[in-house]
Structure formats: C-alpha cells, structure tokens
C-alpha cells in the first residue's frame, strides 16, 4: 500500500521465502475480501487451483460435554468463504505480491531499532555475518510476536501473563476428515482455551491447542501431553487410522490485544499485527487483525510523511484508529474469555439451548 502511495518500502526478514511458520493457518472470509481489495484476486485464485488453500464451509463446536453444534460459516460480502492456507503458501504470496507492486525485500535479520536522539531512524543487523546499518524514515514493526524493534521500545511495559497464552500446533497425517468443515473443542482441561482440528485435505489436518498463559503456568501442565490426551479422547482416537503420524509438532507464545496502556507509536516508529499484540484473546487468531493494522499503519505513515511529522505526535492517529477498529472487540473477547473460564457450563447451556444460533460459535467463528 505504501509503494502505492508512491514511497520507498524495504521489506526486511530474517528467511527467505517461502518458509513455514507455526501457526493454525485459518484464514477467514474477511481476510479473503482485504486480499481480493489489494488485488490479489488472481493469485489467491491460483493458490486454489495448486490445491494450497483448502476451502471451509462448516463449523463444529463441541462443548466440555461433548454436544456438539454445527453452523454454516458464513460467505463475505464479495462471496468468499474461509480457508486453512497453510502459512508456506499463505505468505510467500502477499511477500510476492508487495515485490510486484514495486517494494524491495532483502534477506536480513534484524536485531535493533536504530535511535539517535530518542528517534528510531532506522535498523541495526547482519547480512550474514557482516552487521550493518539501515537507515528508513518510518520502521514498522511487523515481526512477530518476538519482534526485536517492540522489545526495545516497548521495554518499560511488556504483555503480562494473563494476556498472553501458549500453543501447540502439529500436521497429522492419516486422519478421518470431516470434509471442509473445521472443529474447535473446548473441553474441561484445557478452558480457557481450545483444541482444534482444521482440515487440509483428504487425511490430512492441522491439529493443536492453545491455553491462557497464567493459566497454563498455574496447572503446571505439558502442551505436548495434552495434545496425546487430545488424540486418545474417543471422538478424535477413533478417527486416526492405521499408521497416522504427527510431523512439523511447534509451540510459540501469543500475545493477546486486550491488555490496557500499551504503545503502538514511537517517534519514528509503528508497530503491526503479531508485534503489537493484536492477537484475538477467545481464538489466538490474528491474522485478520494483522492486515488491518497493516492499512491503518499504511494511511497514518503516508499522510505522516506528507505533513513532514514522522514524530509519535504526527504518528499518533494510527493509536486512535487501532482502538476504534481493533481493540474495542479484543477486550470484548477478553471479557467473554474470562466468563467462559469461571463458568464453563454456560457454554454447555448455550451450545445445548442456541442449536444453530450460538453466542459462542458465532464468536469463535468471527474472531479467528
């Protein structure tokens, strides 16, 4: 968007592309309309065709009960649906794409903001084993949840326990598959949190489970025994076949956007997706916020440049749009996190009496 606007973008990352990254690769149909409104319209089509995004209709919910509700999952308003698009694909396209649109991308690990007189002017890292400076007029944050450029600026206030969680995800091969149709469990052992399994193809699946941090500190709990205990429960045991497999098994931290009081400007400086925390507290889903942070980050950083005031002051309107169009809804599913905790029943009772027409299935299903 900012090479569109007709500025100088440098893509830096420490891999090359493509390459895997640990995620539960559920891409919603609202995602699919900003990539359709960037014109990435052809190549996600492509991506379909390769057999690389699998296409979702359904959604299964099962309560800590074991009843089980199952919804339609809802088309966008330009008829997209949902997908898992594995991360391999998923990212090596939207990297393509912004070389295409005139941005250069350079093999790079960066390891610090560079700042001069309280300013981030730039970045700080090797091209191999040489360290070298870059110097930028704008550095957006936008790698990860162990973002280097937020550990430094953001070093007097980081994500507290509560608002983080842990999770562990897996591809299982050799599974019985309910044909595009995702499933999310929640059950007793793992609240607040879930189990997952989102089809890929015909016996294949990406599998795991995530837990609140300070909760999974609490219990002292293995996220690896909890996904064997995951696949030994009888409505998942049942449907592994004989010689299935786990591969590629990786945990990773999530930082949810519910916490209060946090920076997401600096003088010089903006931060986006993963490396802000804009991670959905009821899902772990977060790369639909991801995006969005990406345009807003986009709009602010372009008029910013034109006004001449790349300070936080001229950065400033990008906070504001954040929490008028993203964190109102993540501390909403902050709170709606912590009544599920509390009183798990209730998602029995909702699952039991909506039968169609759930809070919670709805709420899951839109916040992916």
């Not at 007097?156 to 299982?172: E, F, N, S």
């Not at 912590?338 to 009772?349: A, E, K, Q, R, S």
Request: overall charge positive; glycine content about 8%.
């Amino acid at each position: 968007l900012l090479t569109r606007y007709g500025h100088d973008v440098l893509l830096l990352d420490k891999q090359s592309f493509p390459r895997n990254k640990v995620c539960g690769d559920a891409i919603t149909s609202r995602v699919m309309d900003i990539l359709n409104l960037a014109g990435m319209k052809d190549k996600v089509k492509q991506a379909i065709a390769r057999g690389e995004f699998y296409p979702l209709t359904h959604m299964s919910l099962v309560s800590p009960k074991g009843r089980q509700l199952i919804l339609p999952l809802q088309k966008s308003e330009n008829g997209f649906t949902s997908y898992i698009a594995p991360r391999f694909y998923f990212d090596v396209l939207i990297q393509q794409f912004a070389v295409e649109e005139g941005a250069d991308f350079r093999q790079f690990k960066v390891e610090k903001p560079l700042i001069e007189k309280e300013r981030v002017v730039g970045v700080i890292g090797k091209n191999n084993s040489t360290y070298l400076k870059i110097g930028a007029k704008v550095v957006v944050g936008a790698d990860g949840v162990s973002s280097v450029i937020t550990r430094v600026l953001r070093s007097q206030l980081q994500h507290i326990d509560k608002h983080r969680a842990l999770a562990l995800r897996a591809y299982v091969e050799g599974i019985e598959i309910v044909p595009h149709q995702f499933e999310l469990y929640l059950y007793q052992n793992i609240l607040p949190g879930y189990a997952w399994i989102f089809p890929m193809g015909e016996n294949r699946a990406n599998i795991g489970l995530g837990m609140r941090l300070d909760y999974y500190r609490k219990t002292g709990r293995n996220l690896k025994r909890l996904l064997e205990e995951f696949l030994s429960m009888p409505a998942v045991g049942k449907r592994l076949k004989q010689g299935w497999k786990l591969h590629n098994i990786a945990s990773w931290p999530l930082n949810f956007g519910s916490q209060k009081h946090l920076q997401y400007v600096f003088n010089g400086a903006i931060l986006v997706g993963d490396a802000a925390g804009f991670v959905n507290p009821l899902t772990g889903g977060g790369i639909h916020r991801s995006l969005i942070s990406g345009q807003l980050a986009a709009e602010v950083i372009h008029e910013a440049l034109q006004r001449g005031n790349i300070s936080k002051t001229g950065l400033q309107q990008y906070e504001k749009l954040c929490h008028t169009q993203l964190l109102g809804e993540l501390r909403r599913s902050y709170y709606l996190q912590n009544v599920l905790l509390h009183f798990p029943y209730l998602i029995d009772f909702l699952v039991f009496c909506g039968q169609g027409n759930s809070m919670i299935a709805k709420a899951l299903s839109k916040n992916l």
